[in-house]
C-alpha cells in the first residue's frame, strides 16, 4: 500500500506533511472480549477497528473474520477504501476491520456472540455519521444484521443506517450481493473498450467464485465474453471453447459451494 | 507485569478464561494527529491510550509524554493501574495513556496544541464516567487544564471532573501535588512499624528528587527519619550524618531543578 | 386477534416460546396527566401507548381520542400493527395508542393541551427511529402537528419524522388523505381479478363514509364500479342502479357531515 | 393505600383535581421479556415499573422479584413511596417496581439475565436525575448491581448513582443493610419517649427476620428492650424472660436462613 | 463597568488583546415570546441572558424582571459577575439575564408563563455545567422553581443543580435567603477590624430594606453595631441612639412590606 | 422590512399579537471572539445569528461577512427569509447571520479561523434541525466547508446537512452555484409571459455581475433576451445592439473579476 501510495504521492507533488498524515491511520482500536461457546467454557477474542482517514465524511468499509487477519493487513485495507472513496467521489472516508476468528469453527449462535460484543466494544466509534461497516472476507447479511441489532440496542433506538449489507428485510439495499461482481464487469467491459477489443472476441479466466467471482462471471458471460477458465480454492475448470456459467452456478449451488 | 499477575493469579486459583481477560486490555486506541510547529512546519504524532479494564467503574490513570513512550509499556502500566485501584477499594478501573515526543523540546504553543489535538481525537474515549486522565511523566497542571478545556469545548460545557491533577484556579483538588509524595511516607512509615523499627533509628536514601521524591523525603524528614542520600538523573547527595532537606529543596528551586 | 394469530401460529408451525413473544407486546405504558379546562377547571385523563414488537424497525400506529378507548383494545391493534408491516415489507414495527376523551366534548384548545400533556409523558418512548404515531379514530392532521410541535420544544429541533399523517405545511406527504380508501380500492379490484369479475360487472355497498369509506367509494366509482349502497352512522342511502358518488360527497359536506 | 390518602386528603381539605393527581401514578409500564433458561429453553416474564409522582424530584423506589406481584400492588407500593420521600423532606419522588418471577427457582444466571433484559427493556425509563431503583421483596446487592451494569452497558459509561442497595465494591454506601431495621428500631424509641415508657421496660414482638426483623431486633435487643417473641414464615420463638437476639442470628446464620 | 475595569487592567498591566476580550461578553442572547394572560389577550415580551465569560467555569448570575432592564445593563452586570467569581476563586465565569416587565402588574400564573416562556426559549443555553441563573431583582424562589421545572420538562429528568436560591424542598441549601446579607456584615466588621475600630464605637446607615438590607442590619446589630438609620423606597427611620433592628422587621413584616 | 410587513399584514387582518410576534426575532444573538491574525496578533470580532421564527421548521439562512454588517441589517434579513421560506411552501423558518469584518483583508487561513471559532460559538444554535446557515455576501463554499468542518469536529460526527452551499466533493449540490442567477431568470421569463412580451423583444440591464448578475444575464442572453447593459462596482458595459454575455464573463474570468 504505501509503496503505491508513495508513486501517486510522487505523481501529485504532495508535501511530506501531508504524505505522513495520509500514511498513517486517524485512529486505530484493539479490542479485548470474551464470549461463552456452546460448549460451556469462556473464549477470549482480539478485535480491530482501523479509521484511516474520515477528511470527505464519515469512514466506510468491511470487517472480515479469519484467523489470518491482523492489525497492519486492517490498516493497509482501510487506507485502500480512504482512496477507493476518494477517486469515485462518495463523501466518505475509509475504515476496515477485523476479528481473529474462523468463521468455520464457530456455530451460528457463537458467531452472533463474537458479532455482538465485538459490536459492543465499539458502541462509540460505529455510526451512521461516523463509521459505518459492511461485509468483509468472512462476513455477510447475517453478521451485519447482528451488528445492527447491538448498535440499536446500545443507542435505544433503530438505526438502520450503521451498517451497509445487510438483509433486506432489515432495510437493506436490492442488488447488494451481485454489487461487487457487477463493479468488475463493468470496468471490464470499459477496459476493454478503452483497449478497443470487442466482447466477443475476449476470454477471461475468473480466480475465486464465491460472491464477487460467481456475479463477475454471469455478468461477463451475459455480455458475450467467454469465460475460458474459473477455479476457486478447491477445484478449477477450463474450457477453451468458453464454459456455460449458468451450468456452472447451478453445480455449485447444487453442491452448497458458495 | 505477566509475570507477577500469574504468581498473584497462581496463589488466588484464578481459572484460565479470567487470567486471559485480566492479562489483555479491553480496549487499545491509536491516534496520529498532526500540528503546526512555532516555526510553520507540520510535525505528526502518534499517541495512545490503553483501558485495562473497568469492571470496578470508569478507568483511570495518567498520561505520559516522552520519546521512549510505546503501545506495550503503555498496556503494562495500564494493567497496574486496575491492580491500584482494586486493592485500594476505590470504584474505578485502569487505564494509561502516552503520546511520543519529548516535552522539553516543545514550546508552551507546541505542548499545548499536541495535548489538544490528543485529546479531540480521543474525545468519545475519555469522560467523568468513562476514563479519567492524570498527569504521569512529563505531563502535569497545565496538561491536564488544556486536556479539560478542550474536552469542555467538544461537549459544549464546562467539565471539571473529566481529569484530575489540575491546577486549583480549574477545579483541582488541595493537596494533590504532594500526594504521591505524602503515600509514600505514610506507607513506608507503616512498614517500619510492622518491622517493629522506631523512624528515629531508621535511615533513608531516595532515588530521583523531582515531584514524588522530593515530597516522599520532606515527609519522612519530618518525621524524623535520617534521609543519608538523595540523587536525580545528574547529580547524587551523601552524608551518613543524615541530609537537611529543606534546604536542599531551597537548593532544587533556587538551581530551579525540580 | 389471539385466535387468528394461533390459526396463522399452528399453520407456521411456530414455536410455543416465539408463540408467547408474538402474543405480548414488549411494552405497555399508561399514563395520567391533567389539563385546565376552557371553563377553568382541571380534568384529568388517561393515555396509553403499546409498543407491540420492534424487531423489523421502530414501531409505527396511530392514536385514538374515544371514550370507549381501553389497554386491551390498544394491546390488540398494535399487535395488527405489527403483522401489517411485516406482511407488506415494510422495515417497522407495530404500535397503538389512544387517550380516553370524547374529541367531540372538547374545544380545539382542550385538544391542543390534551395531545401536548400526552406528548409530553411520553417524550422518551416516541422518536423517529423509536416509535412513530399516526393518525387514528377521532385524531388527524391537527393532533398529528401538535404532537410533532411538543416532541420538537422537548427534544430543542425540529423533528419532522416523529410522526406521520400531518398537515402538508409541517412536511406531511401528498395523498396521506385518500391513502387508506386507495388502498381498499386497490385490493379490492385485485381481489376482482383474482376471482375473474369484471369491475364492470361488480358492485359494492360501503359502511361508513369518513375519510376511508368516503374515498373507497370515490376510487370504486372512478373504476367503473357500481356503488349501490352508502351507510354511516345516522343515515344509509341505497340505490339498486348505483348511486352518483361525487354528488354524495358533494352533499355530505355541504352538511358538514364527514 | 386509597383509603388512607382520602383520610389524609380530608383532613388537609385538599381540592379534587389534585386527589384525582396524587391517586393515579404519573406513569405506568409493563414490559414482557424472554431470557433462555439454564436448560435451554426459553421463558417469558413480565415486569411492571410504575412511577407515581415526580413533583418533588426524580422517583426512588424498590424492585420486588415474586410470584404474587401484580401491576395493582406495585400502584400502591409506588404511592406510599411519594409520601415516604415528601413527608421526610427528601427532594425525590415515588417509585416501584416488580417482575413476576420466583427467585427461589432461578439459578443465579438466570436471575442475572432476567434482570439485565429488564433493565434493557427499561433503559429510557430509569436514570440517576430519572428514577432510580433500589432492593425489595426477593432482590438485593447482586440484583442491583447486574442492573447498574446494564445500564452502565447500554448508555456507554459507568453510572453508580441509577441504583441504590448496591454492593460496596460498586460504590454502595456503608450501613445500607442494617438501615431499615436502624430505621425501626430507632422510631420505636422515639415513640416510646412519647409515650413516656422507658425502654427498660418495654417488650417486643417481632413478626419476620428477614434483613430488617433482625436488624430492628438487634438494635432494640442492644437498647435494653426486651424481646419476648420473634417468628419467620416457617418458625417462632418465644420467651416471656427476653430471648437472647444474638444467639438467635448466630442461629439463623449457621442455619442459613435468613 | 468599563471605567473601573480599566483602571485595573492598567494597574495588572493587561495587554490589549486580553482587555478586549474582558470587555466584550462572549454572548449576548435576546429572546422574544408571549403568553396569553389572565385576561385572554396575548402580550410579547423580550427576555436577555448575557454570558460575559467561562474561562473559569460555567457561567453564574441572576435573573432579574424589571420595566428598565436593558442589554447595556445585563451585559455590566454580567461582568461584575466575572470579576466576582474570579476574586473569589470560585471555579466559575460571569452572565446576568433580564425579562423585560413589571412583576407587581403580573399575577402568579402570568409570572409562571413568563419564567417558562424565557426558559423554553433558552434551554439550550441553561444547563448545570454551561450557565447556572439565580434570583435577582425581582425575582425569588418561586421563579426558579419555575425554571427548574421548565428546564427539567424540556430535558426529560429533573435537573436540580439548573440554578441556586430555590425553595428548600425543591433541593435549595439552607441559608441562602440571608446569605448575601450575612455576606455584607462579614466584609463590614473585617473592614472594621481592618481600620482598627471597634464593633461597640461603630454605628451604621443602610439604605434598602429588603432581603438584603434587613439581613445586613440584623446581623450588624446582633454584633453589636449601632444601626441609626435605616431607609426604603418609601420611608426612613433615624435614631442617633441606634435603632432597635428586631422590631423593626416585626413592623415591616406586619405591614408586609419586605 | 416593517412597513412592507405591516402592508401584507393590513391586507391579511392579522391581529396586533400575531403582528408583534412576526415583526420581532424569536432569538438574537451576539457573540464575541478572537483569532491569532497571521502576524502574531490577535484581533476581536463580532458576530451575529438572528433567528427570525421557526414555526414551519429549522430556520434557514446565510451568513455575509462585511463590515458594514449591524444587528439591524441581520434581523430585517432574517425576516425576509421567513417570508421566502413560506410563501415558497419550504417547510423551513428564516434565519440570518454575519460578522463585521472586510473578507478582502483577510487571508485565507484567518477567514478560516474567523469561520470556525464563530462556529464554535454558536455550536448549540446551529444543527440540521434547528438551523441551517447557507453561503451570503463574503462567503462562499469555503466558509460553508470549514463551518461544516468545525460543527462535526464539535459534535464528534461528520454533520454535512448543517449547511447548504458546501463544495461538491463535501456534499454539496449540482447547480447550487447558479441557482440564484438561474431563478432570477425563471422569474423574469415567467414575467414577461405573464406581461405578454416576447423574449426576443425584450432588452435586460443588469446591475451586478457576480454570482447572481453573471447567471442571470447568461441564462437570460441563452433565451434570447438582449442584454444591453451589464455593471459592477468597479465599471459598466452598455451597448444598445446587445452585448455577448459569455465573451463579457470570459473578459471577466480572465480578468480575475468575478
Redesign the interface.
Known amino acids: 500500500m504505501i509503496d503505491r501510495f508513495n508513486i501517486a504521492a510522487d505523481i501529485l507533488n504532495l508535501e511530506e ?1 501531508i504524505r ?2 495520509l500514511q ?11 464470549i461463552t461457546l456452546d460448549n460451556g ?4 477474542f ?1 478485535g480491530y477497528r482501523v479509521i484511516h482517514n ?1 477528511a ?3 469512514s466506510k468499509g468491511g470487517i472480515r473474520y479469519d484467523n489470518a487477519v491482523n492489525l497492519d493487513e486492517v490498516k493497509a485495507l482501510a487506507a485502500w477504501m480512504t482512496w477507493k472513496s476518494a477517486v469515485t ?1 462518495i ?1 466518505f472516508g475509509g475504515a476496515k476491520g477485523g476479528i481473529i476468528c474462523d468463521p468455520k469453527n464457530h456455530s451460528k449462535t457463537e458467531l452472533e456472540k463474537i458479532t455482538r460484543a465485538y459490536t ?2 465499539l ?3 460505529f ?1 451512521p ?2 463509521d459505518v461497516p459492511a461485509p468483509d472476507m468472512g462476513t455477510g447479511p447475517d453478521e451485519m444484521g447482528w451488528l445492527m441489532d447491538e448498535f440499536s ?2 443507542h ?5 443506517a450503521v451498517v451497509t449489507g445487510k438483509h ?4 437493506g439495499s436490492l442488488g447488494r450481493v451481485e454489487a461487487t461482481g457487477r463493479g468488475v464487469s463493468i470496468i471490464s467491459l470499459l477496459a476493454l473498450e478503452k483497449l478497443k477489443i470487442r466482447p466477443a472476441r475476449a476470454t477471461a479466466a475468473i480466480q475465486g467464485f464465491g460472491n464477487v467471482g460467481l456475479h463477475s462471471a454471469l455478468f461477463l458471460y451475459q455480455k458475450g465474453i467467454k469465460i475460458v477458465a474459473v477455479s476457486d480454492v478447491s477445484e478449477a475448470f477450463y474450457n477453451p471453447e468458453g464454459l456455460n456459467i449458468p451450468e456452472l452456478i447451478l453445480y455449485y449451488n447444487l453442491n452448497n459451494k458458495s
Chains 1, 2, 3, 4, 5, 6 share one sequence.
Open positions: 506533511s505522513q498524515k498513517r491511520p486517524e485512529k486505530q482500536i484493539v479490542v479485548n472480549f470474551s467454557t469462556t473464549q477470549n482480539e474520515t470527505l465524511g464519515p467521489g463523501p459492543k466494544a458502541a462509540d466509534i455510526g455519521e461516523k440496542l446500545v435505544g433506538k433503530t438505526i438502520h433486506l428485510h432489515s432495510g
